[in-house]
């Protein structure tokens, strides 16, 4: 933790993979480790890693306060719904935005942002 009650998970050069400020964990943008799997794969894998990097800042996904997807194509919405709804804590659904958008790698076809309180 820093002076100013920060505390930065998973530092890079450009970016954190988490902040925790007040109770509050924001994850950066998770995309797939695995680029050549269909969405179905690319979901499980990015969720698979939201939980982990939770789990690490003290937090877990019926935690979760707010939830945004970028999808490269917005028909994949349907696909990955099957596997956020299987994943999804039921009663615990956060708010979340769906959105089509270019993503850094081609071969990412998703990129999910989160941000939970603590346990």
Do not use: H
């Amino acid at each position: 933790m820093n002076q100013q009650g920060i505390q930065r998970v998973g530092m890079a050069a450009r970016y954190s993979e988490a902040a925790v400020f007040n109770g509050i964990v924001f994850l950066a943008g998770m995309v797939p480790e695995r680029g050549d799997t269909d969405i179905r794969g690319q979901t499980a894998d990015v969720l698979q890693q939201v939980e982990q990097r939770l789990k690490e800042c003290g937090s877990d996904k019926s935690r979760i306060l707010r939830t945004e997807i970028f999808l490269t194509d917005i028909r994949d919405i349907a696909a990955m719904n099957e596997v956020w709804d299987a994943w999804v804590v039921p009663g615990a659904a956060p708010p979340r935005a769906t959105v089509q958008a270019a993503l850094a790698n081609p071969a990412y076809r998703i990129e999910i942002v989160v941000t939970a309180a603590q346990a």
